[in-house]
């Protein structure tokens, strides 16, 4: 196998994981959180009045997002970094 299609192959596989990746970022970023966010504030009946919590469901959803997002933004750098070496070892063969 020749060096020139080494990198493209190199180049062709950062393309796939910068398209994996920000699907993830784009997915998680118009995404919305469909339930009930907060839990307590003012209760009528007994006239008590707590500060509102984050539900239990909202933070798990949160984290998940955050998390996916994160896995896309590896996913962005590792895709650049492997067309960068595609590049750079082009200009160096």
């Given at each position: 196998m020749s060096?020139?299609?080494i990198i493209k192959i190199i180049n062709s596989a950062g393309l796939c994981f910068d398209i994996v990746g920000a699907c993830f970022?784009?997915?998680?970023?118009v995404r919305q959180f469909e339930g009930r966010e907060f839990r307590g504030g003012v209760d009528t009946r007994?006239?008590?009045?707590?500060s509102p919590r984050k539900t239990?469901?909202?933070s798990e959803w949160e984290l998940n997002k955050?998390?996916?997002m994160?896995?896309?933004?590896?996913l962005l750098i590792i895709g650049?970094?492997?067309?960068?070496a595609?590049?750079?070892t082009f200009l160096f063969s």
């Amino acid at each position: 196998m020749s060096l020139e299609i080494i990198i493209k192959i190199i180049n062709s596989a950062g393309l796939c994981f910068d398209i994996v990746g920000a699907c993830f970022v784009a997915w998680e970023v118009v995404r919305q959180f469909e339930g009930r966010e907060f839990r307590g504030g003012v209760d009528t009946r007994m006239g008590v009045t707590t500060s509102p919590r984050k539900t239990q469901e909202f933070s798990e959803w949160e984290l998940n997002k955050y998390r996916k997002m994160k896995l896309g933004l590896i996913l962005l750098i590792i895709g650049f970094l492997l067309q960068m070496a595609s590049n750079w070892t082009f200009l160096f063969s």
